[in-house]
């Protein structure tokens, strides 16, 4: 398997530009997680997915950020319109559906938004 | 609420030595699952080690333990015989959860600068 992939690696967009962040999944995993990691704060946890539903949003910081999985094999970040605080290094992460399991992550996108 | 707490920003440790990273946690779950990632300045995310909430001894990976302490709520990682590559920023992880999926935090992170 290839693991997770993320794209792009990197994105340098304007603000007030219309940014997507892409992830696909290992097959077979049914959870899948975004988080966001700056210096100020970390590993943040944006949302994650149980079964292509939304299971928890709380972290995804406000209404600029949206996030999909219109099926089990891809999932999307979008951020509109996106904002110079928005820079970021983003992470894809998947798992089984189990508590013993880690998560398997992607690359992540690194996100400057000028 | 969950919340992970990792209270050391930076550790310097000399080659060859051991080092204790810290990591205490709460939570209302009975069961939970404890982890320590490596993250080199290369990026990625690497699994080191887990530790089940109901598991009696301690974790063990190669150089890697996971001193576990449950009355206290810490999960304090030990590795021992500190190598160059060892340098790197390192994450305390929780996750919990159940019937809706099982969600994972991480701490705020230990950067460990190993020194020759």
């Known amino acids: 398997d290839a693991g997770v992939i993320q794209s792009p690696r990197h994105e340098v967009t304007e603000m007030g530009q219309e940014v997507t962040l892409r992830c696909k999944p290992i097959?077979?995993?049914?959870?899948l997680f975004w988080y966001r990691q700056t210096m100020m704060r970390g590993l943040e946890l944006l949302i994650y997915f149980n079964n292509n539903v939304p299971i928890d949003d709380s972290g995804m910081p406000e209404d600029r950020f949206s996030a999909k999985m219109p099926n089990a094999s891809f999932s999307t970040l979008k951020i509109q319109p996106s904002e110079p605080r928005d820079s970021a290094v983003y992470f894809c992460a998947s798992s089984s559906y189990r508590r013993d399991e880690k998560l398997f992550f992607g690359s992540g996108t690194q996100l400057s938004v000028l | 609420a969950q919340k992970i707490t990792q209270t050391q920003p930076g550790m310097f440790v000399q080659e060859k030595e051991a080092v204790t990273l810290d990591c205490t946690y709460d939570t209302s779950d009975q069961s939970y699952g404890l982890f320590w990632y490596k993250q080199p300045s290369s990026g990625e995310m690497i699994f080191l080690i887990y530790?089940?909430?109901?598991?009696?001894q301690n974790a063990t990976e190669g150089r890697y333990s996971l001193n576990f302490q449950k009355a206290r709520k810490s999960a304090n990682l030990v590795i021992s015989a500190s190598q160059l590559g060892d340098s790197a920023m390192y994450f305390c992880a929780m996750r919990e959860g159940g019937t809706g999926g099982f969600k994972t935090i991480f701490g705020a992170g230990t950067r460990l600068f190993v020194k020759a």
């Open positions: 097959s077979g995993h049914n959870s």
């Open positions: 530790q089940g909430s109901y598991d009696e």
